[in-house]
T-cell receptor, first 113, second 114 residues
Framework: GENVEQHPSTLSVQEGDSAVIKCTYS??????FPWYKQELGKRPQLIIDIRSNVGEKKDQRIAVTLNKTAKHFSLHITETQPEDSAVYFC????????????FGKGTKLSVKP | SQTIHQWPATLVQPVGSPLSLECTVEGTSNPNLYWYRQAAGRGLQLLFYSVGIGQISSEVPQNLSASRPQDRQFILSSKKLLLSDSGFYLCAWSHMRTTNEKLFFGSGTQLSVL
């Protein structure tokens, strides 16, 4: 089955700096890769996703890149702000399958003002 | 608009006692339903998912079970809780025709087994 590894487990940056979180997956059939953000005490929420037919997707300060050959994908946050502090989860699945979304173990991002 | 309700928010139970967590979804039909457990350092672990009434798939062998008695109702149960069942339990749903895409999570239940 699919296995998703996420690094680092914790990340601390200064406000205004960039943050990068990396994930690798094992199943080459996986073609859908979402990222979820969970603020302290709140539910996880989807912030961005990418499908295997594209290599990069951007949404304002957030971008995700995908390297299918190497089976890894990354979340990039530019100009970080204190409100970006949260736990971020990557995940992988086979789009349209009746299987399940496999999550990484999460990265706790702290943005220091 | 669609909403997901999960209760209770917190629960403290003794070892060996039964468990019943309930989740309901409003505003959509035939959703895919999921139960996840979030333990420290282990991320989001899928426990069960369901693509229809009475259809339950289990991802990990454990002390828990799930049932879907109605289209928009998903229940997580245990006959006898173990200490290791402690954790944060999240119910989630996704649109039937877009399996695994955009999960909408409930607010979670913090379960402490003592």
């Amino acid at each position: 089955g699919e296995n998703v590894e996420q690094h680092p487990s914790t990340l601390s940056v200064q406000e205004g700096d960039s943050a990068v979180i990396k994930c690798t997956y094992s199943d080459s059939a996986s073609n859908y890769f979402p990222w979820y953000k969970q603020e302290l005490g709140k539910r996880p929420q989807l912030i961005i996703d990418i499908r295997s037919n594209v290599g990069e997707k951007k949404d304002q300060r957030i971008a995700v890149t995908l390297n299918k050959t190497a089976k890894h994908f990354s979340l990039h946050i530019t100009e970080t702000q204190p409100e970006d502090s949260a736990v971020y989860f990557c995940a992988a699945s086979i789009e349209g399958s009746q299987g399940n979304l496999i999550f990484g173990k999460g990265t706790k991002l702290s943005v220091k003002p | 608009s669609q909403t997901i309700h999960q209760w209770p928010a917190t629960l403290v139970q003794p070892v060996g006692s039964p468990l019943s967590l309930e989740c309901t979804v409003e505003g959509t039909s035939n959703p895919n339903l999921y139960w996840y457990r979030q333990a420290a350092g282990r991320g989001l672990q899928l426990l069960f998912y369901s693509v229809g009434i009475g259809q339950i798939s289990s991802e990990v062998p454990q002390n828990l079970s799930a049932s879907r008695p109605q289209d928009r109702q998903f229940i997580l149960s245990s006959k006898k809780l173990l200490l290791s069942d402690s954790g944060f339990y999240l119910c989630a749903w996704s649109h039937m025709r877009t399996t695994n895409e955009k999960l909408f999570f409930g607010s979670g239940t913090q379960l402490s087994v003592l």
